[in-house]
C-alpha cells in the first residue's frame, strides 16, 4: 500500500519562503503526476501545481510566481516552495500522487486521458504570522 | 479559466438515497474524481472515471456523468458518509489542462 509521508516547518513568517517535502513510502515511485494542494481554515481545495515523470510542471495561476515544484526520484520524494509568504497562505498543505487512465468520451466521440488523485498525505499545517 | 460548480450542502435521512452534482464545462471533456473529506482528515478518493471506486470504498457509492455534469450517488447513506465531498477534473480551457476543483458539499445525514 503506498503512503505518502510529508513535512517540513509549520510556523513561518510574513516575507519567509514554505519548504515542504514529501516521500512515497510502500511501493514503487509510480503516478503520472505529483501535486501539491492546500486548504485554508473552513475553506475548500486548492490546487497549487504539480510536477511529471519528466520534471514538467504546472502551476495555479493565482499562485505562478511564488511557487516551485520539484522531484527526486532518487529519493523517491517530491517538495513544494512558496515565496513571499503572506497571512492568507495559511493553510493544511496536502502532497499527492495521480494516476491517469485512458478513457472514451461520448460526448467529443474521443479517447482521452483523465487524471485522480488516488494517494494523499496526512496534510500539514502552515501558519504564517508575525 | 473553467469552474466546477457544487452545491453547498444537502442532507439525507440515514438509510436513503443522496445525489450530489458537480457542473461545468470541462466535464464534456474530462471524467470527474470525487474526494471524501471527514473534518481533520485528508481527502480520500471516492470515484473516479465514470463509475470506478478504488477498493475498500462502500458500493453504496456510486457515479455517473452525462453532459457537463458530474454525480456521486450514496445509496443507503449511514451515519459515517456524513462528510464534504469534492470533485476535480481538468480545466479543458487552458493548455496544459489544469487542475481544478468544485467547492464542496457538505452532507449532513440525519
Known amino acids: 500500500q503506498v503512503q505518502l509521508h510529508q513535512w517540513g516547518a509549520g510556523l513561518l513568517e510574513p516575507s519567509e519562503t514554505l519548504s515542504l517535502s514529501c516521500t512515497v513510502y510502500g511501493g514503487s515511485f509510480t503516478g503520472y503526476f505529483w501535486s501539491w494542494i492546500r486548504q485554508a481554515p473552513g475553506k475548500g481545495l486548492e490546487w497549487i501545481g504539480e510536477i511529471n515523470h519528466s520534471r514538467n510542471t504546472n502551476y495555479n495561476p493565482s499562485l505562478k510566481s511564488r511557487v516551485t515544484v520539484s522531484l527526486d526520484t532518487s529519493k523517491k520524494q517530491f517538495s513544494l516552495k512558496v515565496t513571499s509568504l503572506i497571512a492568507a497562505d495559511t493553510a493544511v498543505y496536502y502532497c499527492a500522487t495521480s494516476a491517469r487512465q485512458w478513457a472514451y468520451y461520448q460526448d467529443s466521440g474521443k479517447y482521452d486521458w483523465y487524471y485522480y488523485m488516488d494517494v494523499w498525505g496526512n496534510g500539514t499545517t502552515v501558519t504564517v504570522s508575525s | ?110
Open chain 2, 1 to 110: 479559466s473553467s469552474e466546477l460548480t457544487q452545491d453547498p450542502a444537502v442532507s439525507v435521512a440515514l438509510g436513503r438515497t443522496v445525489r450530489i452534482t458537480c457542473q461545468g464545462d470541462s466535464l464534456r471533456s474530462y471524467y470527474a474524481s470525487w474526494y471524501q473529506q471527514k473534518p481533520g482528515q485528508a481527502p480520500v478518493l471516492v470515484l473516479y472515471g465514470t463509475d470506478n471506486r478504488p477498493s475498500g470504498i462502500p458500493d453504496r457509492f456510486s457515479g455517473s456523468s452525462s453532459g457537463n455534469t458530474a454525480s456521486l450517488t450514496i445509496t443507503g447513506a449511514q451515519a459515517e458518509d456524513e462528510a464534504d465531498y469534492y470533485c476535480n477534473s481538468r480545466d479543458s480551457t487552458t493548455d496544459p489542462p489544469l487542475v481544478v476543483f468544485g467547492g464542496g458539499t457538505k452532507v449532513t445525514v440525519l
